[in-house]
T-cell receptor, first 113, second 108 residues
Framework: GAGVSQTPSNKVTEKGKYVELRCDPI?????LYWYRQSLGQGPEFLIY????????DSGLPNDRFFAVRPEGSVSTLKIQRTERGDSAVYLC???????????FGQGTRLTVV | RKEVEQDPGPFNVPEGATVAFNCTYS??????FFWYRQDCRKEPKLLMS???SGNEDGRFTAQLNRASQYISLLIRDSKLSDSATYLC?????????FGKGTRLHILP
């Protein structure tokens, strides 16, 4: 399939550990977004990439969260010293350009125990 | 105040009825607007874009009121398969901002 792919689909980690979540956007899409969604809530914006650069990282909750997109395609969301409050579904989306339809991956369900 | 606000519902509606819900946004610089649908434990998917002139796609009608800063979604002849959470989405600059969603349950 040519959709947005996220791996892993599920991740259980212990409090204090480091995790990496991967997103493969649709080929050719320049815009890539990360969101976090808790139960009963809408997706919460974390960071937006236009090409390789983070155009807006204002949604990252604190400095334990970091994301990269070194070649303008695959992106990795990195969470250091995980806390139980980080448990959520992390969604990645890509779009051809800004203001066009965003396509979502199926998300990574992160559980911190 | 949240940038995008929606009534969380749930809206419990009998099959075949018409249902409408609104969404308000606070930033007048918002540039484009969408309704997304999200099924339980699934990712959001685009339902329809919302244009200033209003637009229709089958049983679904979306409208935008820039002066009052709200968008609406109308579903006619509702089906059981319409049960989902409907997310109001606003694009502003480099961000896509989601509302919390409105839960819709269509009752047989």
């Amino acid at each position: 399939g040519a959709g947005v792919s996220q791996t892993p689909s599920n991740k259980v980690t212990e409090k204090g550990k480091y995790v990496e979540l991967r997103c493969d956007p649709i080929s050719g899409h320049t815009a890539l977004y990360w969101y976090r969604q808790s139960l009963g809530q809408g997706p919460e914006f974390l960071i937006y990439f236009q090409g390789t650069g983070a155009a807006d990282d204002s949604g990252l909750p604190n400095d334990r969260f970091f994301a990269v997109r070194p070649e303008g395609s695959v992106s990795t969301l990195k969470i250091q010293r995980t806390e139980r409050g980080d448990s959520a579904v992390y969604l990645c989306a890509s779009s051809l350009h800004l203001n066009t339809e965003a396509f979502f991956g199926q998300g990574t369900r992160l559980t911190v125990v | 105040r949240k940038e995008v606000e929606q009534d969380p519902g749930p809206f419990n509606v009998p099959e075949g009825a018409t249902v409408a819900f609104n969404c308000t946004y606070s930033n007048s610089a918002s540039q484009s607007f969408f309704w997304y649908r999200q099924d339980c434990r699934k990712e959001p998917k685009l339902l329809m874009s919302v244009y200033s002139s209003g637009n229709e796609d089958g049983r679904f009608t979306a409208q935008l009121n820039r002066a009052s800063q709200y968008i609406s979604l109308l579903i006619r002849d509702s089906k059981l398969s319409d049960s989902a959470t409907y997310l109001c989405v606003v694009n502003r600059d480099d961000k896509i901002i989601f509302g919390k969603g409105t839960r819709l349950h269509i009752l047989p």
